[in-house]
């Protein structure tokens, strides 16, 4: 069974950093698409961050673009989000996404979803 588990969540105030981990278990996922979606709360559930299998490829929404670092490691099936100079706008629940077999991107209708980390920055 898949699991993916999220952690490294918080309260921080605005213009700190956080770094969110997400590892995988039940199977590999080196051919895979991994990031992060996010829900604020009464917003619909939004991008974030996506890289793909190999690292080279990674895309960001453009709310989090230049604070935001994506990276994954392979040999531990984790992928992590470096969030820096946060701000009360990125308040929300973080969820770890993967795709599916070779996909080279994450949307959402990503088969493998974490259960979330919630994230809060204060002004």
């Known amino acids: 069974q898949v699991q993916l588990v999220e952690s490294g969540g918080g309260l921080v105030q605005a213009g700190g950093s956080l770094r969110l981990s997400c590892a995988a278990s039940g199977r590999t996922f080196r051919r895979n698409a991994m990031g992060w979606f996010r829900q604020a709360p009464g917003k619909e559930r939004e991008f974030v961050s996506s890289?793909?299998?190999?690292?080279?490829?990674?895309y960001y929404a453009d709310s989090v673009k230049g604070r935001v670092t994506i990276s994954r490691d392979n040999a531990k099936n984790t992928v992590y989000l470096q969030m820096n100079s946060l701000k009360p706008e990125d308040t929300a629940v973080y969820y770890c996404v993967v795709g599916g077999p070779l996909s080279f991107r994450i949307y959402s209708d990503a088969p493998y979803w974490g259960q979330g980390t919630q994230v809060t920055v204060s002004s």
């Open positions: 890289i793909n299998w190999s690292g080279l490829n990674t």
